[in-house]
């Protein structure tokens, strides 16, 4: 299982991960007979090689206990997925976060023409995430044709980058970057009053 994709052995063999060991000898039993290579119509080597690997694994105490914590780590991250997807708010910060990143793209590329990229680290701390954390959205924009990767190893926007920031930008004039709002071009970013 070492940088193998997790496989269910309980859902492979339709049983709950409490089945006890007679349990899972007869489930196997019935499963490899179906499925065994010379079983006429249903025979398939390579779900029956599973159901083998399967039926070892959780009849062997030690095994099992192994494949058990495995098992729930494997669960604990799917609620975590499933979870983060039933929260609206993480695609919405997300969506700001690639708008950021365009929005900073796009003023380097203006402001600097011979030297229109940005590190991860840079764009890391002007978002305020770190840079691990905008691996994805960097695919995203990169995917999607809005930025690309420069022989120096940083990352620019494209025209089609500079495009869509200006589609943005008409359909909500104001945007938030590096703490600053910004009305959309041609006008004159202003910063929040600082204390008295």
């Known amino acids: 299982m070492n940088g193998e994709p997790f496989v269910d052995y309980y859902e492979l063999l339709q049983?709950?991960?409490?089945?006890?060991?007679?349990?899972?000898?007869?489930?196997f039993r019935h499963l490899a007979k179906k499925y065994h290579p010379?079983?006429?119509?249903?025979?398939?080597?390579?779900?029956?090689n599973l159901l083998v690997n399967a039926q070892r694994m959780l009849t062997n105490p030690e095994t099992r206990a192994a494949y058990d914590a495995k098992y729930q780590?494997?669960?604990?991250?799917?609620?975590?997925?499933?979870?983060e997807a039933s929260d609206g708010e993480g695609f919405m910060e997300d969506a700001?976060?690639?708008?950021?990143?365009?929005?900073?793209l796009y003023v380097q590329r203006r402001r600097n023409m011979h030297q229109p990229g940005m590190g991860e680290i840079e764009l890391g701390r002007l978002v305020g995430s770190p840079p691990e954390h905008l691996e994805f959205h960097l695919w995203y924009l990169k995917e999607k044709g809005?930025?690309?990767?420069?022989?120096?190893?940083?990352?620019?926007?494209?025209?089609?980058?500079?495009d869509e920031v200006e589609r943005q930008?008409?359909?909500?004039?104001?945007?938030?970057?590096?703490?600053?709002?910004?009305?959309?071009?041609?006008?004159?970013?202003?910063t929040p009053p600082g204390p008295p």
């Open 169 to 190: 930008r008409v359909r909500s004039p104001e945007r938030l970057v590096d703490g600053r709002v910004s009305r959309g071009r041609g006008a004159a970013e202003q």
């Open 73 to 83: 780590q494997h669960w604990n991250r799917s609620w975590k997925v499933m979870a």
């Open 38 to 48: 010379d079983a006429p119509g249903q025979g398939d080597p390579k779900l029956f």
């Open 15 to 27: 049983l709950s991960s409490n089945a006890d060991e007679d349990t899972i000898h007869r489930v």
């Open 96 to 104: 700001t976060v690639r708008e950021r990143l365009l929005s900073l």
């Open 146 to 162: 809005w930025l690309q990767r420069l022989d120096t190893g940083m990352h620019a926007i494209t025209a089609q980058g500079v």
